[in-house]
């Protein structure tokens, strides 16, 4: 995570945006009266509203979770993306 200061931000904003476009980098920028902003990769951003948005159901969060911890501890079986599309019915 990079910081900087407002005031140095005009000058450094081309590199800080490639900072936050090639290398994943979100970018904190101090403003005056101790707020702060940043600057984060568009895709970033969305998936973590995503993220968020999905997890503020306790039920989905519960059933997430629960499925990540059998995926680390090598339960459950896996499945290839075909046999999700037919599961799905978005196969042809």
């Given amino acids: 995570m990079l910081r900087t200061a407002c005031s140095e931000t005009r000058a450094k904003l081309a590199g ?4 936050v476009i090639y290398n994943q980098d979100v970018v904190i920028i ?6 702060s902003m940043a600057i984060i ?3 970033k951003l969305q998936s973590l509203i995503e993220s968020v948005h999905v997890m503020q159901s306790q039920r989905n969060a519960e ?5 990540l911890d059998r995926v ?3 339960q459950g079986e896996g499945s290839d993306i075909e046999h ?3 599961d ?4 042809e």
């Fill in 41 to 43: 990769d568009v895709v």
């Fill in 88 to 91: 799905a019915k978005l196969s």
């Fill in 30 to 35: 101090r403003l005056n009266k101790g707020k």
């Fill in 16 to 19: 800080l945006c490639i900072a």
């Fill in 84 to 86: 999700l599309k037919v």
């Fill in 72 to 74: 680390l501890k090598g």
């Fill in 63 to 67: 059933r997430l979770l629960n499925a």
